[in-house]
C-alpha cells in the first residue's frame, strides 16, 4: 500500500469530525466543568495574579503552612491570558476544558499527517475521537493534555529537522506537567535508538530542553522529599476499546511488514507512554495512553481501507467513498468498550454517543461536574458575606472546599493536589504542641449534609447560615491567615518568556517545510 498519496478531503474530513465534537461539547455547556481538576489550576491562577507573578511556596491551600508549589506554571500562565477576558470563574473553567480538546486533536491531526498521510490521519483522528474516556482525559486532565500537545508538537519538529522548536517544546512540556515531559524523553530516546540519522539532533533537543527547564527541575528537586505516590482511585474505573486495540495491533503488522519509515515514531511513543502501566493503568489503556494505540490504528486502517479496495471495490467499479464512509459509520456503530470492573462489555459506547444522545449506559464518575449553582452559588454567597479576603475557609470535603475557594477566591486549610504534602506538622504532634488544627484556623467551615455529624475540632464554632446542602459555621476565635509569598518570577517576565517560547516553536515549525529528517 502506499503510504505517500495526498488527498484533500482526507484533511477536510479530520477537520470535521474534530469540529463536530467541539461543536458537540459546546452544547453540554451548562453541564461543565467534568469533574474537579480544573478549580485546583484556577486557584492556582489566582494566587499568580494576587502575588503578581510565578510563586514557589502553595500559600492558598493548606493554609496558612501552606507547602511547597511543585505544579509546572506554564498551564496557569495560561489561564490568566483567558482571565483577561471578561468572564466569570466558571465561564473559564469551562472554556478552558473546551479548548483543550481541538487543541490535543490538532496536534495529533498534525503529527499523523507528518509521519503518515492525510489517510492515516484522519483514521488516527476517528480512533482518537471513539472513545468517551480520551475525551473525557482531553477535557479535565488539561495540563497532560497540553503538555501532548508540546511532545506531539515536538514529533513535527523532528520530521522537519525544526530543532529549535523541538528543544522549545520539550521545555514547555516540563513547564506544563509533571510527569508527561519524562515520558516524551523516553520516547525521544527510543527513536534515537531506533533511527540512527537522528540520535544527534534528538539528544540535542532533549539537553537543550532539559537545560532551558532546569530552573525548575531544580526547584522539585529542593523539594523533593515533600512529593509522594497515592493511590490512584480511577484505576477502578478501567475500560477497554477492544476495538481500538485490535486495529492497533494490525497497524504493528503492517508498519513491520510495509517497512514504514515512520514506525520508529509509532514504536517511540507507545514505549514513551508504557510507564504509565506502573502505577496510572487507567490512563495508559483508558486515557493518555490511547494516544500510541490512535496512531497505530490509522496504520491498520490504511492497510484495511487498501485491502478493501484493491480485492473488492476496483474489481467491481465501485467509487471508493464508499470504504471510509462504510468503515467510519461502522467503528461508531459497533464500536466495543469493555467496563473491567463491572465486567460489563458496551456496544457502540462513544464520545459521539454521549454527547449527542447522553448514553447513558455505563455512568463514569468523572463525567460529572461538581458545580451546581443551586447548591453553590449560596455557599459563595456565605463565603463572601462572613469572610475578609485574607480569611481562611475549610470544608468537610476537600474537592468541594478547593470548588468554593477557586469560585470565592478564598485560601483553604484542605488541599486538592494530594501528591504534595502539606509543611504543616502531623495532626498528633500538632496537639501535643497545642497547636491549632486545620479546621480551627479557619474562619468559616461548611459542612456538608449527609457528611456525618460535625467533628469535636468544631466545637465553640459558630453555626451562622444554613443551606439545602450545608451548614456553614464560623469560629471566632480563628487566628489563621492567609501569608502571601513573593514572586519568584514577575508575571509580566512569565507571559513574555511564554509567548516567546510559543512564538519561536511557530516560527520555526513553519519556516522549515518538511524538509524531513526521516522521507515518507
Not at 488539561?142 to 500537545?149: F, G, H, N
Not at 526547584?219 to 482511585?233: D, F, P
Amino acid at each position: 500500500m502506499s503510504f505517500r498519496r495526498s488527498v484533500d478531503g482526507w484533511d477536510a474530513a479530520s477537520w470535521g469530525l474534530i469540529a463536530l465534537h467541539v461543536v458537540l461539547l459546546i452544547s453540554w455547556w451548562p453541564l461543565l466543568p467534568w469533574f474537579v481538576d480544573i478549580y485546583y489550576h484556577l486557584n492556582v491562577a489566582q494566587a499568580f495574579r494576587d502575588a503578581g507573578g510565578v510563586v514557589l511556596h502553595d500559600f492558598w491551600e493548606f493554609a496558612p503552612e501552606g507547602r511547597p508549589h511543585l505544579y509546572p506554571p506554564a498551564l496557569h500562565l495560561g489561564l490568566l491570558w483567558l482571565d483577561s477576558l471578561p468572564l466569570n470563574v466558571i465561564t473559564l473553567a469551562r472554556l478552558a476544558g473546551i479548548l483543550a480538546y481541538p487543541a490535543l486533536f490538532s496536534a495529533i491531526w498534525w503529527c499523523a499527517r507528518e509521519w503518515l498521510t492525510p489517510r492515516g490521519a484522519y483514521w488516527a483522528i476517528l480512533c482518537s475521537a471513539l472513545p468517551f474516556s480520551y475525551l473525557l482525559a482531553s477535557c479535565t486532565t488539561i495540563a497532560a493534555s497540553w503538555a501532548t500537545v508540546w511532545w506531539l508538537l515536538g514529533m513535527v519538529a523532528v520530521q522537519r529537522a525544526a530543532w529549535i522548536a523541538c528543544a522549545l517544546c520539550g521545555a514547555l512540556a516540563f513547564y506544563t506537567h509533571l510527569s508527561v515531559p519524562w515520558l516524551m524523553l523516553l520516547s525521544w530516546l527510543v527513536l534515537a535508538a531506533a533511527e540512527p540519522r537522528l540520535r544527534r539532533p534528538l539528544c540535542f533537543g532533549a539537553a537543550a530542553a532539559l537545560l532551558l527547564a532546569s530552573p525548575w527541575l531544580a526547584h522539585l528537586w529542593r523539594h523533593r522529599a515533600a512529593m509522594e505516590l497515592i493511590s490512584t482511585q480511577e484505576n477502578r474505573l478501567l475500560e477497554l476499546p477492544i476495538a481500538l486495540y485490535l486495529l492497533a495491533a494490525v497497524g504493528v503488522a503492517a508498519a513491520l511488514k510495509q517497512h514504514l519509515p515512520a514506525r520508529g515514531v509509532l514504536f517511540s511513543l507507545l514505549a514513551g507512554l508504557s510507564p504509565l502501566l506502573l502505577h496510572y493503568r487507567y490512563r495508559f489503556f483508558s486515557g493518555q495512553g490511547l494516544l500510541a494505540v490512535s496512531l497505530l490504528c490509522g496504520v491498520g486502517l490504511c492497510a484495511v481501507h487498501e485491502a478493501i479496495a484493491r480485492r473488492v471495490l476496483r474489481p467491481l467499479g465501485r467509487p471508493g467513498w464508499l470504504i471510509p464512509a462504510a468503515l467510519t459509520a461502522g467503528l461508531f456503530a459497533a464500536h466495543p468498550v469493555w467496563f473491567v470492573e463491572a465486567d460489563r462489555l458496551v456496544i457502540g459506547d462513544t464520545a459521539l454517543s454521549h454527547l449527542a444522545l447522553q448514553d447513558e449506559r455505563m455512568p463514569r464518575s468523572n463525567a460529572v461536574s461538581f458545580y451546581y449553582p443551586q447548591i453553590m452559588d449560596p455557599l459563595v454567597e456565605i463565603i463572601r458575606r462572613q469572610t475578609q479576603p485574607d480569611e481562611l475557609i475549610s470544608c468537610s470535603q476537600p474537592s468541594v472546599c478547593g470548588l468554593l475557594g477557586a469560585l470565592s477566591h478564598r485560601a483553604t486549610t484542605t488541599g486538592m493536589l494530594a501528591e504534595v504534602r502539606p509543611a504543616r506538622a502531623p495532626a498528633r504532634l500538632r496537639a501535643a504542641r497545642g497547636q491549632a488544627s486545620p479546621l480551627q484556623s479557619a474562619r468559616l467551615v461548611v459542612w456538608l449534609k449527609g457528611q456525618g455529624d460535625a467533628p469535636p475540632a468544631l466545637e465553640g464554632f459558630q453555626p451562622v447560615e444554613e443551606t439545602d446542602a450545608a451548614i456553614v459555621l464560623r469560629n471566632p476565635a480563628a487566628a489563621g491567615r492567609r501569608r502571601m509569598a513573593a514572586a519568584a518570577v514577575p508575571l509580566t517576565a512569565a507571559h513574555a518568556l511564554l509567548g516567546a517560547a510559543v512564538l519561536g516553536i511557530a516560527d520555526d515549525l513553519l519556516r522549515r517545510r518538511r524538509r524531513g529528517a526521516i522521507p515518507v
